[in-house]
């Protein structure tokens, strides 16, 4: 059994791929946008002009898979009540993926040493995802 998080970016969903891309080294393992559909969407699910906008994708950051897409383009994403763990190799590999992910995004708590980690940190990225970095003891 697994539990993948699936994040919705009400419209930004492929800036959101590319930003992972090059911040985290992800790699798609699958994209479909609505126009690809196999089946028309249902009238009023997405607004006129959103068939070129991701209907499905699953990117891979890790061993992690991530499914994600722009859901029904309505505005702006909204990600509250969890946050993503990203464990780092080391302290060096922390501080880059770090920097990365707090690029246009906002700082929660510094990367520092804890009590549990030698490196930890929080950050929502630019899209309001929230992720936590930690370096295992």
């Not at 959103?50 to 383009?73: E, F, L, T």
């Not at 190799?89 to 040493?113: C, H, I, T, W, Y």
């Amino acid at each position: 059994m697994a539990i993948e998080p699936y994040l919705f970016f009400n419209g930004r969903c492929e800036e959101a791929v590319e930003f992972y891309k090059k911040a985290l080294g992800a790699e798609v393992l699958m994209l479909m946008r609505f126009k690809e559909s196999p089946e028309p969407q249902p009238p009023g699910m997405i607004p006129p002009g959103s068939d070129n906008k991701i209907m499905h994708a699953c990117i891979r950051i890790g061993d992690a898979s991530v499914m994600a897409s722009d859901g029904r383009c309505t505005g702006q994403a909204d990600f509250q009540g969890f946050s993503l763990s990203l464990t780092a190799a080391n302290e060096a590999d922390a501080s880059r993926k770090f920097a990365a992910l707090a690029e246009g995004g906002q700082v929660q708590m510094p990367l520092g040493k804890t009590f549990w980690s030698p490196c930890f940190g929080m950050v929502a990225d630019r899209f309001g995802v929230g992720w936590m970095v930690t370096v295992a003891p």
